[in-house]
């Protein structure tokens, strides 16, 4: 009813991992090819090779991905294109213009997944509303969303997919027959039905982003302006000893070497208690760097 479409053109499952997982089991065969930007979201790698699928990987363009290069990758062995919109760990997000552009060249036999997992932090005029062409019946369009980020659920797992009711019967084929536990759907309900907890966690979101860019800025670390609830930050070769000192000191930040950005760390916003002390550490260990 929220989204404006009907309850056969959604599916609920563990999670959006548990989603990406189905998405793959349901589609994917040995050989089929899977076309992913070469700095995301790393459990669509995961997931297909599991299924001994084949990944194509696209570069960044100016840390965002590049819709251009995913579309001229498509051949005849693609059968699925993750596009996580904003994209883990850059925080970047495609237009609805190039999304439209993009969709004006994806051929049947190829299914395209919008991972909106951080939708709701989103304040941006051009995002595309994906859930537009699920209503308008494009029959090979998916979009993820779910309660871990924003809501604030991760350890509860509950994650959904919006898709035409042809595109989710695969899906369904292969769940597990109890995806989702009813602790997990009783809170997943409520959670959905607390829109006050939803705004205060983004608003927390957005000032706690505004403290980190101004300290950032002071410390003269170079980042790439965020749409979810992270930022990307670039620390330099040293990335990774920092990181480890850093979590010596009690400080869990994300390396991104494994996405293709070795210089840099992902920083999640916490509270303003958290960024603070994010901050010193960082500011201390930046400086032993030299
Ligand atoms: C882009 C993206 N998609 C999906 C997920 C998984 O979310 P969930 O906790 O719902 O499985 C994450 C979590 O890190 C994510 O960053």
Same mark, same amino acid.
């Given at each position: 009813e929220r989204l404006g479409v009907a309850p056969e053109q959604v599916t609920v499952g563990n999670g959006a991992d548990g989603i990406i997982m189905r998405t793959c089991?349901?589609?994917?065969?040995?050989?089929?090819?899977?076309?992913?930007?070469?700095?995301?979201?790393p459990v669509y790698d995961q997931f297909t090779?599991?299924?001994?699928?084949?990944?194509?990987?696209?570069?960044?363009?100016?840390y965002c991905l590049d819709l251009e290069a995913m579309a001229q990758a498509i051949g005849d062995k693609t059968r699925l294109i993750f596009v996580c919109n904003p994209n883990n760990?850059?925080?970047?997000?495609?237009?609805?213009?190039?999304?439209d552009a993009f969709m004006a060249r994806i051929p049947d036999h190829v299914l395209v997944a919008f991972d909106e997992a951080y939708?709701?932090?989103?304040?941006? =005029?051009?995002?595309?509303?994906? #859930?537009?062409?699920?209503?308008?019946? @494009? $029959?090979?369009?998916?979009?993820?969303?779910?309660?871990?980020?924003?809501?604030?659920?991760?350890?509860?797992?509950?994650g959904y997919a919006i898709a035409s009711p042809e595109i989710l019967?695969?899906?369904?084929?292969?769940k597990e027959p109890f995806a989702v536990n009813l602790l997990a759907q009783v809170a997943g309900i409520a959670a959905l039905e607390d829109d006050e907890f939803l705004n205060r966690s983004v608003a927390a979101n957005r000032a706690g982003k505004r403290f980190l860019y101004g300290e950032f800025d002071r410390l003269g670390l170079r980042y790439v302006e965020?749409?979810?609830?992270?930022?990307?930050?670039?620390?330099?070769?040293q990335a990774v =000893?920092?990181?480890?000192?850093? #979590?010596?000191?009690?400080?869990?930040? @994300? $390396?991104?070497?494994?996405?293709?950005?070795?210089?840099?760390?992902?920083?999640?916003?916490?509270?303003q208690a958290q960024n603070v002390r994010l901050i010193e550490a960082l500011k201390e260990e930046v400086a032993a760097n030299g």
């Open positions: 089991m349901a589609y994917l065969d040995e050989g089929s090819e899977v076309i992913v930007s070469r700095s995301s979201f090779h599991a299924m001994r699928g084949t990944l194509v990987k696209t570069p960044l363009k100016n760990p850059t925080g970047t997000v495609v237009t609805a213009a190039q999304v939708y709701e932090f989103v304040d941006f =005029d051009e995002y595309p509303d994906t #859930l537009q062409y699920i209503r308008e019946g @494009r $029959p090979n369009v998916m979009t993820i969303r779910t309660l871990s980020k924003s809501y604030g659920l991760a350890g509860v797992r509950v019967a695969p899906l369904d084929r292969v965020s749409q979810g609830n992270f930022v990307l930050v670039e620390i330099g070769p =000893d920092v990181q480890k000192r850093l #979590l010596a000191r009690g400080v869990i930040v @994300r $390396p991104c070497a494994h996405y293709d950005l070795p210089d840099f760390l992902r920083i999640s916003v916490g509270s």
